[in-house]
Each structure stands twice: as C-alpha cells, then as structure tokens.
C-alpha cells in the first residue's frame, strides 16, 4: 500500500463538451488541481475566455468530487502585455502556452516566431505568470525525433538568457538533452514529464505493427533518452514534475490514415507513475514528484488531503466512452500494477 499527499496535475487536456464531461471525473477522482490545456477550438487566448472554460469545466464536475481546474493562456503573435496582466490578476490563471505554430494539435494558431512574443514575455517575467512552453521546431527539414533538440538549441536557450526571471516549464520533456537543459537552466526553469515518456521508447510505437494509441508529441524518444527522463524524475532535483499530457482523441481519430497525437492516460495516471518509478527502486519518490514539486514551483500550497494505492493488478478496458464517441486509454486490455483506492476527495 502506498499513501501520498493528493497530487496534481501540471499538464492536460480536458476538450470540451460532452468530451470534457467524459474525461474529467478520471482526473478529478485522483488529482486535487490539474492546469488545464488552452488548445481548444477555437484557442482560449484570453482572459475571458479562460473565465468561461474553468466555468464549464467546473459546471462538468460530478458533485461528489473536489478538484481546482488551473487556467492557461494560449499564446498567439497578439497576445498584448496587458492581457498576461489581466491573467496574473485574475487569481485563476496560472501560466501561458507557447505552442510554436504547427507543432501539435490544434496549434495553428500558435507563436510564429519568438520575438513576436517578446513583449507578452516581459509582462510575464514582470508578474510571475509562467511560460509553459511545447519544445518542438516544426521546421519540416528538422528530423521529427530531433524536433525537441533542436528547440533547445534555437529557441528556448535564448528565451531563457533573455528572461532571466521568467518561470518557464518545459512541458512533457522526452530527452537526455531537454533533462540537461532543465538541470543546468537558471532557478526557475522546470519540465514536467508524461507517464508514456517515463514507461516506452520508441520501439513501443511499432511493436508487432503500427500503434497509433502510442502515438503523441513530442514522439517517444530513444532508451537512452527514457533512461534520463526516469533518472531526473526519480532523482531529488525539485525541477521536474508530475504533468501526465493526457490528451484524449476519439478512437476513429487515432486508428486512421492520418491519426491524431495524443495518450490518454487519465484513467490510471497515478497508476503508472507508480509501476515506472516502483521499476526504477525508487517509490520513495514519487511522493516529491506528484504531490510536492508541481505546487512549490508554481508558488502553490501543497494539498493536505491522502489517496491511497494498492499493489494489484487490473486492466483497462478496451475503450472508455468519450462523448458520443470512444476512447482507447493507454494499456487498454493489458495489465497495471497498481490500483487507487476510491474514496471521495474530503
Ligand atoms: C496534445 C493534444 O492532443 O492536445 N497531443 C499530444 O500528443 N501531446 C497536444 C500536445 O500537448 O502536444
Ligand atoms: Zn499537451
């Protein structure tokens, strides 16, 4: 049995609508807060907006459970300085979304060159609001499993050298190189790491055929780069953190000539924390990564309520409903080690 302090969780996708209400109580049942994703459709690039979606979102909640949605911004090449400060002031919103235009879903609306941000930036790193950033070049000559690499290197160095007090996470970090960006970054620099990342390499993404439900972005990286991603996860370096990107997409979206990126994983996220950092020795841990890092980095109070997991094993089903669709969860049909204990949230 293990019990932790309730976790958070620092990076997902919600969706909207029927969707929303399909995917949200998995999270809620585990997480006390999550920051919730702005690339809907379209993107929540304002302060009022943000207002409506935690509204909806709050309105989907089932009555019996507690959970604190935290807003995001969707950066654009417009978002004005004074928006970000109306952001920080609003007491809900927690941070802005770089998403390079055309890098992942529903990012075409995204920044087309950084310095068109600069401004938006500097009322930033003024306020405290944190960047949190998809650290992917979409150059079409850059090989796609070098696209995290090779933002370091043209982007997000000179972001950091130029904001030296600007709070920045490397959202879902799949690399060596991206885990010694982070650990070498000024104070203030933070990443937050998927439960895919952490488990698969990319052999997962062909393994006896084509596996689309192991595809999203950033794509699973090499060993080597899993081997660093679980060191830095399990290590007592307070910069990294708990952000699972589940990101789900319906089934016929996934399994198709062109599939969407993307792995829910909110139905057993704490669940494979737990066997990823129990294979590494080390859930002793997970405690510090789920439940502690995430809320200081953010200038947060820690939660005070528990959630229990059990050692048992269970397995996912086939698929969950998603709206009037369907979703395949990460490990459907197969085995996970560990089990949350259901309790509502006091
Ligand atoms: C995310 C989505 O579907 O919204 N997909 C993904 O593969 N992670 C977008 C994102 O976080 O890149
Ligand atoms: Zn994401």
Redesign the pocket.
């Known amino acids: 049995m293990l019990t932790l302090t309730r976790p958070d969780d620092w990076?997902l996708?919600l969706r909207d609508g029927a969707h929303l209400a399909s995917v949200l109580p998995f999270t809620a049942r585990q997480f006390a807060r999550a920051v919730v994703?702005p690339?809907l459709k379209p993107p929540v690039t304002t302060v009022e907006l943000a207002r409506a979606y935690r509204d909806r979102i709050l309105s989907s909640l089932p009555s019996n459970l507690g959970f604190e949605p935290l807003m995001t911004l969707y950066l654009t090449d417009k978002t004005p300085p004074s928006e970000i400060r109306a952001a920080r002031s609003s007491g809900f919103i927690v941070g802005a979304k770089l998403?390079p235009a055309g890098?992942?879903?529903?990012?075409d609306a995204g920044v087309t060159s950084m310095e068109k941000v600069f401004p938006a930036l500097e009322a930033m790193e003024e306020s405290g609001l944190v960047l949190q950033v998809?650290g992917e070049v979409t150059a079409p000559e850059v090989d796609v499993f070098d696209r995290e690499r090779v933002f370091i290197d043209r982007v997000l160095a000179d972001v950091v050298r130029r904001f030296p007090e600007l709070k920045v996470v490397f959202?879902?970090v799949t690399t060596r190189e991206a885990v010694e960006f982070v650990r070498a970054a000024h104070e203030g620099v933070g990443a937050t790491v998927t439960p895919q990342h952490l488990l698969l390499n990319r052999n997962a993404l062909f393994q006896g055929g084509i596996r689309p439900h192991h595809?999203?972005?950033?794509v699973l990286k090499r060993e080597r780069d899993r081997e660093a991603l679980i060191e830095a996860a399990t290590s007592d370096n307070p910069r990294f953190f708990l952000g699972t990107?589940s990101?789900?997409?319906a089934r016929h979206t996934k399994e198709n000539a062109c599939g969407?990126?993307?792995?829910f994983s909110a139905h057993a996220a704490l669940e494979l924390y737990a066997e990823a950092f129990e294979q590494a020795g080390r859930l002793d841990r997970l405690q510090a990564f789920a439940s502690e890092r995430g809320a200081d980095f953010y200038g947060l109070p820690r939660n005070t309520s528990k959630i229990t997991l059990v050692r048992e094993t269970w397995t996912p089903p086939a698929a969950y409903p998603f709206g009037e669709e369907e979703i395949v969860p990460f490990r459907a049909g197969e085995t996970i080690a560990w089990r949350l204990i259901e309790e509502s949230q006091t």
């Open positions: 990076h996708h994703m690339n998403y890098a992942t879903t529903h990012s998809h959202e879902h595809y999203c972005l950033p990107d990101a789900p997409h969407c990126a993307g792995i």
